[in-house]
């Protein structure tokens, strides 16, 4: 695709249900990053994947949170039994390489209320 | 692990003039990559300027350019002629150049949102 798509665009859920965030990323990147961002913070990192293995998942807070790629393509991110603290923008990026200084394509994230 | 800081929670300036945003990073690697983002309201992050550690020569953008200083670990944007379309939060963020584990991955400072008065 053109861009990096992520949805749902925004979630609302109750507290202790799971859901599952998506990230398609650009096509032929085989680098792909999740991200938290709370209200008026920086970019938590999550996890990252290169190809369909995730080398780094050094940033997933609790093992509620997991997230899986395959085709080294599309990603999801689950929550499992979501609590309040959960509610933030998820954010997903994808990059042609995982290395150098090669860009990385944000999508515009899904916000995850839990309520 | 490195990290990456951005001193600066907000900053405010005055159309058509000139900003300076910091940001500085702790690493014991000789070679890495910098990066600057900008995230307007929209949300969706875009990538402004990047310098690769082994260049000395500072990287420049059109209106944008950054102040590298590698011994003191120091990597500022100047945004000169500064216009309101610039409005946004800035994230500074490094990505290693070692070929490990978590190679790759891009760690980002806690961000600078810029307000811009016309």
């Known amino acids: 695709g053109a861009g990096v798509s992520q949805s749902p665009s925004n979630k609302v859920t109750e507290k202790g249900k799971d859901v599952e965030l998506r990230c398609d990323p650009i096509s032929g990147h085989t680098a792909l990053y999740w991200y938290r961002q709370s209200l008026g913070q920086g970019l938590e990192f999550l996890i990252y994947?290169?190809?369909?293995?995730?080398?780094?998942k050094s940033g997933l807070p609790s093992d509620r949170f997991s997230a899986e790629r395959t085709g080294g393509s599309v990603s999801t991110l689950t929550i499992q039994r979501t609590q309040q603290e959960d509610s933030a923008v998820y954010l997903c990026?994808?990059?042609?390489?995982?290395?150098?200084?090669?860009?990385?394509?944000f999508g515009q994230g899904t916000r995850l209320t839990v309520v | 692990a490195q990290t990456v800081t951005q001193s600066q929670p907000e900053m405010s300036v005055q159309e058509a003039e000139t900003v300076t945003l910091s940001c500085t990073y702790d690493?014991?690697?000789?070679?890495?990559?910098l990066f600057w983002y900008k995230q307007p309201p929209s949300r969706q992050m875009i990538l402004v300027i990047r310098q690769e550690a082994y260049k000395q020569q500072n990287a420049t953008e059109n209106r944008f350019s950054v102040n590298f200083q590698k011994a003191a670990k120091s990597f500022s944007l100047k945004i000169s002629d500064s216009q309101l379309g610039d409005a946004a939060m800035y994230f500074c963020?490094?990505?290693?150049?070692?070929?490990?584990?978590?190679?790759?991955?891009?760690?980002f400072g806690k961000g600078t949102k810029l307000s811009v008065k016309p």
């Open positions: 690493t014991s690697e000789s070679d890495y990559y």
């Open positions: 963020a490094y990505r290693s150049a070692w070929y490990g584990g978590s190679q790759g991955n891009l760690i």
């Open positions: 994947f290169q190809g369909n293995s995730a080398p780094d």
């Open positions: 990026a994808s990059s042609q390489t995982g290395t150098g200084n090669t860009e990385a394509f």
